[in-house]
């Protein structure tokens, strides 16, 4: 990588982080409604940064997951892999991609019968339109 690369990646990085950190920093908020309790800014940086290298972590699972099984894409498989460890995630993964296979099925069968094929006549009738 040249310079311009690693500084781009930098800045990317960093803005992750950041979004990161901030949506940390709003579920604390919310929790410490809920929960009646005060979370410090160095407790919320600490979780932030715990959070970053785990979310690195599993994505290099992911994507060694998906190169053993010599593909270039994470397919759910990998996921429900990645998340075996932890039953009820699991659980949870597996229903998501449950629905998610209904939804598509779903789709796939109303763009079937959108496109029904035409009839004999039809056919023709095209076939004297375009002679005009």
């Known amino acids: 990588m040249d310079t311009t ?11 992750l982080k950041a979004a990161v950190h901030y949506t940390v920093g709003k579920i604390c908020e919310e ?3 809920d929960l009646n309790v005060k979370y410090h800014r160095q407790f919320i940086a600490s979780l932030s940064e715990v959070t970053c290298k785990k979310i690195v972590s599993f994505a290099n699972d ?3 997951f998906s190169r053993h099984a010599k593909r270039s894409t994470v397919s759910p498989e990998d996921v429900k892999l990645l998340v ?3 039953p009820r995630l699991h659980q949870h993964i597996c229903d998501l991609h449950a629905e998610l296979e209904t939804q598509r099925e ?4 109303r763009g079937k019968k959108g496109k029904k094929k035409p009839s ?10 375009m002679v005009d």
């Open 31 to 33: 929790s410490e409604k």
């Open 120 to 129: 004999a006549q039809e056919d023709a009738d095209e076939d004297s339109n």
């Open 62 to 64: 992911l994507e060694l």
């Open 84 to 86: 075996r460890k932890s």
């Open 106 to 109: 779903e789709t796939r069968k």
């Open 5 to 15: 690369e690693d500084d781009q990646d930098l800045v990317l990085r960093q803005q």
